[in-house]
């Protein structure tokens, strides 16, 4: 009977250890709620997401909207959009961490009246399909930047503040303020400067008490941006609107000026204006490293009314594709660059006139194409040959 008392005793003990055990091990948990169950899978922290080393880039020409190009923006049911000049190259802007496109013409909006060459004027809705597109900054300092005046100028800038404030929107200004700052995009930790200029604004003068509305090609304003840049950026891009409209040869003042951004310490020059595509080149710096240039990407998109020669050359385009490599230390270069050839359909109506890719442009397209009827020059042949001559090993098939 003793024996099985004692034995009682330390079965009664060992359970109350084990209590105080279970009690001890869930102390402090009572905010947590209950213990997992041993099945439970291990919680484990998430990765950090993975640096970047490279920085992707790309930059089309001239949004210009000849008359038949606004008009196609109007759809049959009395709305208004412009998707389609951009919905065959959307993907590529979208894949890419900075995209930029050169608006040639102000976008006044509807309510000042649409209007082609000379005096431009677009709708907001240009805006719209740009942003849906994927273009991150929109370069606007161009030779028809004032051609609405000072309403055109503030009612753009007006609208692109009003809806998409993230959007970049630089080479014209409504203060001195902004006139000052310096265009800056932060890109996988990579903070690049676009710095946008045009030689002229075919005479208009700049609104009273807004010397500063449009940025232009001044040694002294230009050496000012680029002690900016170099302070806030680590990056430097040159957008300069300049060359000879329709020449595929670069200019004494392209050459000129380009050689002064490569003293000042630019990066990279992306260049536009004279409706057609000219050379790539590569120009060393004082310090030894070498600056691309696009002297021209073309025409984004345009519907001259032109007729014979010169017209089909107008039709081409290229996207300057750029890819930065940011080594382990955060310095910042080149490591490639491209010129992707782009061809203008020249169709006319609601939803119709839009940008290949040379690479998806066929034959049949190109039959269906006005500037065939305009040019006959026109052909894939011919565009080939023409991205080879002028192009050459920047084109990269």
Avoid at 84 to 91: E, G, I, R, S, Y
Avoid at 143 to 164: I, P, Q
Avoid at 361 to 377: F, M, V, W
């Amino acid at each position: 009977m003793k024996k099985l008392l004692i034995l009682l005793l330390t079965i009664l003990l060992v359970l109350s250890g084990c209590a105080e055990k279970t009690a001890v091990s869930g102390a402090g948990r009572s905010d947590v709620g209950p213990l997992p169950p041993e099945s439970a899978a291990p919680v484990t922290e998430p990765a950090p997401p993975e640096k970047k080393d490279t920085v992707s880039i790309v930059m089309v020409g001239d949004v210009l909207l000849h008359t038949p190009i606004s008009q196609s923006g109007e759809m049959e049911d009395g709305s208004w959009n412009y998707d389609h000049l951009f919905a065959n190259v959307k993907d590529a802007v979208e894949a890419a961490d900075l995209a930029l496109v050169n608006e040639e013409v102000i976008l006044g909006g509807r309510e000042l009246g649409l209007s082609g060459y000379p005096r431009f004027n677009g709708a907001f809705e240009v805006a719209d399909a740009e942003v849906k597109a994927g273009f991150d900054v929109i370069l606007q300092a161009t030779n028809h930047a004032l051609d609405m005046g000072k309403e055109g100028l503030l009612n753009d800038l007006g609208y692109f503040r009003s809806n998409y404030p993230d959007i970049s929107v630089t080479g014209i200004y409504d203060s001195a303020a902004a006139r000052d700052a310096v265009c800056v995009r932060e890109v996988n930790g990579v903070k690049i400067a676009i710095l946008n200029y045009t030689y002229s604004t075919n005479g208009n003068a700049m609104p009273d008490g807004m010397p500063w509305a449009v940025a232009m090609l001044d040694e002294s304003s230009v050496k000012a941006d680029f002690e900016k840049a170099k302070a806030a950026a680590d990056f430097i891009i040159v957008c300069p609107h300049w060359g000879t409209e329709y020449s595929h040869d670069v200019s004494r003042y392209q050459r000129g000026w380009a050689e002064y951004f490569a003293e000042l310490g630019a990066d990279l020059v992306l260049g536009a204006h004279p409706h057609v595509i000219e050379p790539v080149e590569e120009l060393t710096r004082p310090d030894g490293k070498t600056m691309p240039v696009f002297w021209s990407v073309g025409n984004f998109i345009n519907s001259t009314a032109a007729t014979g020669d010169g017209v089909a050359e107008r039709m081409v385009g290229a996207m300057a594709s750029v890819t930065l490599h940011v080594s382990d230390d955060g310095n910042v270069s080149v490591e490639s660059y491209e010129a992707i050839p782009l061809v203008t359909h020249m169709v006319f109506g609601s939803g119709a006139p839009t940008t290949y890719f040379l690479s998806d442009y066929t034959e049949a397209l190109a039959a269906e194409s006005e500037a065939g009827r305009r040019d006959p020059d026109f052909s894939l042949e011919f565009i080939r040959a023409l991205c080879e001559s002028v192009l050459g090993k920047a084109w990269k098939r």
